[in-house]
């Protein structure tokens, strides 16, 4: 049983360019949720989806755009990149964390800006 | 908004010390999870509390949620050098469709043998 994969693990971009991040939730998981993680921060919600709308959405401007297929799995859209976007970006899977299921991450997409 | 706080931020003991992190929140929580990010890796989950007051053991770690579910810590008696890495706590608020999972800014602990 595969965990969370997401694609790539590493890339670079150039200032002002789109990125396309995807990610495959565990196997049976319909909620995905997108986190930015800083060199020494936590991780920050994006946002998640569910039955493909966006859920819920943290403090990240308009760039930050994501979908989710019928099959659960999702993309994360950066346009118009600044250095800042430069970050480890995580996908994480669960059924309903509503109902305090757990939540799976994946390994990450580094993503460095320059 | 919701912030979670986490102290301290660093720590370094001595294979064989104990190590505490705690985490407060500004808001009420409906339950608390607890990770674990090794360097250069991604969070893993290591344990969820949800009932005001419960303590949960790992083997070697303890962790309790305080009576107003607001406060949180970890605690690792023995620490061992596997146990190196970033702990992060990240709480879901109470009341309501709300899903967003905030993290603290971890607590990185480093062991020497």
């Known amino acids: 049983d595969a965990g969370v994969t997401q694609s790539p693990t590493h890339l670079i971009k150039t200032r002002g360019q789109q990125v396309t991040l995807r990610c495959s939730p565990k196997?049976?998981?319909?909620?995905v949720s997108w986190y930015q993680q800083a060199l020494g921060q936590g991780p920050q919600f994006i946002f998640q989806?569910?039955?493909?709308?966006?859920?819920q959405r943290g403090n990240f401007p308009d760039r930050f755009s994501g979908h989710q297929f019928p099959n659960y799995s999702s993309e994360l859209n950066v346009n118009a990149l600044l250095l800042g976007d430069s970050a480890l970006y995580l996908c994480?899977?669960?059924?309903?964390?509503?109902?305090?299921?757990?939540?799976?991450f994946g390994e990450g997409s580094w993503l460095t800006v320059v | 908004g919701q912030q979670v706080m986490q102290i301290p931020q660093y720590q370094h003991v001595q294979e064989g010390e104990d190590f505490t992190t705690y985490c407060n929140s500004s808001?009420?929580?409906?339950?608390i999870q607890w990770y674990k990010q090794r360097p250069g890796g991604h969070p893993v989950f290591l344990i969820q509390?949800?009932?005001?007051?419960e303590v949960k053991k790992q083997k070697r770690l303890t962790f309790q949620f305080g009576e107003a579910k607001k406060n949180s810590s970890l605690h690792i008696t023995a620490t061992q050098t596997t146990d190196v890495g970033t702990y992060f706590c990240?709480?879901?608020?109470?009341?309501?469709?709300?899903?967003?999972?905030?993290f603290g800014k971890g607590t990185l602990l480093t062991v020497n043998p």
């Open positions: 994480a899977s669960s059924l309903d964390p509503g109902a305090g299921n757990t939540i799976y």
């Open positions: 196997s049976g998981h319909d909620t």
């Open positions: 989806y569910y039955e493909e709308e966006e859920r």
């Open positions: 808001t009420t929580l409906s339950n």
């Open positions: 509390l949800v009932k005001s007051g």
């Open positions: 990240a709480g879901l608020p109470s009341g309501g469709s709300n899903y967003k999972l905030t």
